[in-house]
């Protein structure tokens, strides 16, 4: 079925992938809501002129102004949120864009998820995950029709030292709780093509749309690694899953930034099992094909993963 799509955060990592995927369907106008037309820093003129390019309509639009967000949601379908940041992003722009999605007569709202299932977690589990906690309440209480995209990890995320499981370079592994744990992994390229295809499935309305390029243990990984590079990683368990949440509330309570426990906070959730995706969907969609971990593995160069960005470490295919 035809329909105007809004997508929010079209200028990001993930936004920019989904944009060109949509741009690939049939009956899909796209829409994308941008601080402004123009950008000082080229990078992110470049992630413009890729929507403009896409033939998306360019709307300009502010996430504390109420009004001009009910301007770009007019005559719009669905929106779809890829916003990344803190509260003021995530929790309160999203949930202004919801009442202005609402007012405007939006059908679907999808908030920026791609996550794990955060459901089987408590508020206080995971700072970013309460945040998609909050923002789904209100999402379901809206009235709204709704997808939540789950895809577990992205792959160049948990490979990336940001994770502080898997460091290639040095040769090791450091992990908490069981290594034969299953979790979910997915590349942002992967996450992009099956969110674009939850917009137009009409089975994805008012689901958690769980979807994973590999199910994976730390055990699983280990073993892909060594047998597609021929190098042993030496591990490290460093304690129980009980021990890590007790190792997260104490590093709470004496360094309040929330970044020094976030990368063990998701460990927690993956390692428990009490985030894993118990519903993919895979199954559906054979016409989308996925990455699996042992080909992310090959296509990684090992000597340039650096830093603790997202996207650090990965050599873009
Ligand atoms: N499962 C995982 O392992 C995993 C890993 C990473 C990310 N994620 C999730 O994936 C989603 C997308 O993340 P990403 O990596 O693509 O993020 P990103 O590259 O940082 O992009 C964020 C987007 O949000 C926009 N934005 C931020 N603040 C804004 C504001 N005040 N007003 C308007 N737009 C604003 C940015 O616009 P500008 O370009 O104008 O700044 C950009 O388009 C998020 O939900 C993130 O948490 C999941």
Redo the contacts with the bound molecule.
Sequence with gaps: MAQTVLL????????SKIATELARKDDITLRTL??SRTASDSK?QS?IDHLAKLGAELVEAD?NEKVSLERACTGVDTVMS????WDD?VVT?QLNLLEAASNAGVDRFIP?????DYTGLKLGDNY?SDQRIKVAEAVKKSGLNYTFIA????ME??FAPFSQVFDFKAGTVEYWGDADTKFDLTTVADVAKYAAEAVVSPGAINTMFQFAGDVMSINDVIAAYEAVTGQKLSVRRRGSVDELKQWIENTKASNPDPWAVIPMQYHYGMMSGKAKLQHLVNERYPYIQLMKVSTFIAQLDTNSISGTG?DQGFRPQ
């Design positions: 929010v955060g079209g200028t990001g990592n993930l936004g941008v601080r992110k992630q996430l890829t916003l990344a940041g992003v722009g920026s998820d791609y996550s794990y970013l895809n577990g990890v992205f995320v948990f997202t």
